[in-house]
């Protein structure tokens, strides 16, 4: 095994914590995440769907540490690994029984299984299409506090909102070579061991390699991520914007096509409405937000000083001046997309953004969907259930459009 593969060992103190915490703790803590989760939604008058995976999500995440976490969940590439075999296999099943399931047929023969290992040995692109092929192409940032792997619900959402849009684009007679594939970045977990910048730097080394590639070119490409892969695209395109320096420079010849910011998290501060409003419904709750801060940016101090120094690579939205911060982004991106939910923690920071960068760029569009129903990163779940969801349907409506409009 790698060590981008390689799951990370427990201490026995820290074990014992874990086996107690699942029978002791999960099941009181899960019944009454769920009953509070399900009595908000009746008295906001909302959907109760999806909201026992919220209360689930607020259990691991708020009562685990990030160790036991990746203990108990298997690595990105091995996540990868397992969902790619077996919707392919799903895939080919379906289209022999229908040979007229252009969806199927057409997953069936573009998922193989392709992983490129980046330079520094601990991250690597995840391939969903064919990358040999495709002339359109996603550089996907998944989220998880910087502390948990990729779920498969994220290479489900990749599958449906940006892979079966190329053949759906297919039926309106649009050229027959046109295709996408996406690159998903395997990052290092930032406890222990790989905190900030790292995941940055690891992100502009997989843009370079995309580019060397010769395939892949700006204006072929879009970038985007949900929660902390929502924060990591901020990083980027901070980055190409003002280069951090400790990340390679990457230079573009022409605009990113588009970007996309799923429930991003974006500032270090509790300090927001919807923190307090939305604390217990979301499957993020507020007091462990502090603890990730400091396993992502090794404490306090150090973003801070980041934000004294009047730079927002890390935590854009707690800057005085984020407008001035993104000011000139339409040199680096076409089109920017930011979706978050009503009845997230992070709403606040995510409506800020998009603010910000339409008052700073008032020639790059920005589209901002708020939805009612929805709380923290709900096309994520989606794909946990492998439905084509409403969030799943608007992020590839708005995909086609950066591309086939």
Known sequence: MTSATKAPGLSL????????????????????????????????????????????????????TAEQIQFMAPSTVTIYNAWLTRRQSRAAAIASKNPSDKEAAFLASRLKLDTEPLPDGRSSLLWIGDRHRATKFVFFLHGGGYIAPALKGHMEWCARAYLLASSAAKSKSVDQEDEVAVAVLQYALAAPGAQYPTQLQQAADGLAHLFASGRVRPGNLVIGGDSAGGNLTAQMLSHLLRPHPAAREVVLEEPLAGTFLVSPWLSATLDWASVERNGGIDMLSPKPMTSVVKDVVGGVEVYEAE????????????????????????????????????QEILLDQG????DAVRRGNPGVPVKLEVMKDEAHDWIMI????????????????????????
């Open 13 to 64: 103190t820290g074990g014992l914590s874990l086996i107690l915490k699942l029978l002791v703790l999960a099941p009181p803590k899960l019944l009454f995440n769920i009953l509070r989760c399900y009595t908000l939604a009746t008295l906001r008058g909302i959907s109760l769907r999806n909201y026992a995976q919220c209360a689930f999500y607020r259990f691991a995440l708020g009562n685990l």
């Open 307 to 342: 934000v004294r120094e009047k730079n927002g690579w890390a935590m854009p939205m707690d800057l005085e001046d984020a407008e001035g911060w993104f000011r000139g982004l339409g040199k680096v991106v076409k089109e920017v997309y930011v979706t978050a939910g009503e």
């Open 351 to 354: 409506v800020a953004f998009a």
């Open 382 to 405: 989606e794909g946990e259930e492998g439905v084509d969801g409403d969030a799943t349907k608007r992020m590839r409506a708005w995909f086609t459009g950066v591309f086939w409009s």
